[in-house]
């Protein structure tokens, strides 16, 4: 998948800016608060109806503007060549449109062009909570199974009109059990299917991030990820759903004593270890770092080789953390595996020794308060 052009009005510091990228490598560098990061969340916008920065769209409006537009041309594989745009105003929200055509549905867009991001932001994905884990798993499971995205939405539905019983009908328990009977028993289905496709993706993902570990780090540890649910996983939603709906019984009083639906996924936990200690509690500052970026890369390659399409690739200020080897690791690894690929730097990095800027496959850009030159 590739993404030939993007206009950007008023989407933060970019009052309007227009870019032709290059087909594979394109490095963006600029000063601190220069515009490179919108740049790239932009292309995120166009693959994720959302920033990966920011968790509100009113944000990301130009301070003196009532709207922001992107608009991106991409060519891909299986869809040959199409247009996407996203519109936001503070009166109207958001809008995506398709070769002119309004989704129905902003998740309708999820997965027509697939992209991984890694930014300083993933700090959090290995040092803080389970929610953090919880939505990156989402968000990689979401690009390449509709199914899943939709068990996922209506599974929040479903909790949510669960919490609203369990606080309404707290005192007059037969009344609220009768209730809850219907609810109780689509939660057991979208949520079994929801572990189950977890337990298939992680136990699958294991071997990608065991490798791009060792090829990004050098180093001996081995990185494992650890599914931790209400239940022992299964990959059979079937199995699943006889353990969950045991737990609900178990876990009822609980559940009215805290008017909250407290078995299910959305309390899932997927820990990460390198050999056997927990990286959360003793991994030091370089392994989180790379265990972070293993793990995109992992993601990256678990994508090309389950969809038909190279996901598009956006690192956002990831190199000015790196070391000389390990920039040259990641280069190397970019340029031949990665598809297009879309780098942000504010430090001065040796790209030109590996990249070879031709201004057509690999361009290079410099942004400077909003306003974007191409350089090579
Ligand atoms: N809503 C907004 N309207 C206008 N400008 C904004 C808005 N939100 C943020 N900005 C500006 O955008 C700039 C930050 O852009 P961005 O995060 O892309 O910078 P960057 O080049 O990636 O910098 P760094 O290297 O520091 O990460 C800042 O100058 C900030 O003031």
Redesign the pocket.
């Known amino acids: 998948m590739r993404i030939s052009n993007i206009r950007l009005q008023n989407f ?2 970019h009052t309007d800016t227009q870019v032709e990228w290059g087909a594979h490598m394109n490095v963006i560098i ?10 790239i ?1 932009a292309i995120h916008y166009l693959c994720m109806s959302r920033s990966f ?1 920011a968790n509100s769209d009113r ?6 503007a009532p709207y922001f537009m992107i608009k991106g041309h991409f060519e891909g594989n299986i869809r040959s060549s199409f247009d996407v745009s996203c519109s936001y105003s503070r009166g109207e929200g958001k809008k995506i449109f398709v070769n002119e055509s309004p989704l129905d549905r902003l998740s309708d867009l999820i997965g027509m062009v697939p992209v991984v991001v890694l930014s300083p932001g993933d700090k959090k994905l290995t040092s803080e909570g389970p929610k953090q884990r919880r939505s990156f798993i989402d968000s990689f499971i979401s690009q390449i199974s509709p199914r899943y995205l939709q068990d996922l939405m209506d599974f929040r539905k479903v909790r949510k009109q669960r919490n609203k019983l369990l606080q309404e009908f707290r005192g007059r328990r037969e009344v609220l059990e009768a209730y809850l009977e219907p609810w109780n028993v689509q939660l057991v289905e979208y949520g079994s299917r929801i572990v189950a496709k977890r337990t298939e993706v992680l136990d699958q993902f294991q071997d990608f991030l065991a490798r791009e570990y060792e090829v990004i780090s050098g180093m001996r540890h081995k990185p494992h990820l650890e599914y931790q649910t209400f239940c022992e996983p299964s990959k059979k939603a079937e199995t699943i759903e006889e353990r969950y709906t045991a737990k609900l019984e178990d876990e009822i009083d609980h559940e009215i004593e805290r008017e909250l639906t407290l078995v299910g996924p959305h309390r899932d936990e997927i820990v990460f270890y390198l050999d056997d200690f927990e990286l959360r509690k003793y991994g030091s500052q370089g392994q989180h770092r790379l265990f972070a970026l293993s793990l995109k890369l992992a993601q990256l390659l678990y994508f090309s080789e389950e969809l038909d399409d190279l996901p598009l690739f956006l690192l ?2 990831v190199f000015g953390d790196l070391d000389a080897q390990r920039t040259e690791v990641l280069l190397n690894a970019l340029i031949e595996h990665a598809g297009q690929t879309f780098v ?1 730097a ?1 430090n001065p990095i040796p790209f030109n020794d590996y990249i070879t800027f031709d201004g057509e496959k690999n361009r290079k850009f410099e ?1 400077t ?2 306003e974007v030159s191409r350089l090579q």
């Open positions: 933060r510091n600029g000063q601190n608060g220069a515009g490179k990061t919108n740049l969340d920065v944000y990301v409006v130009n301070y003196d956002d200020d942000t504010a942004v308060e909003g």
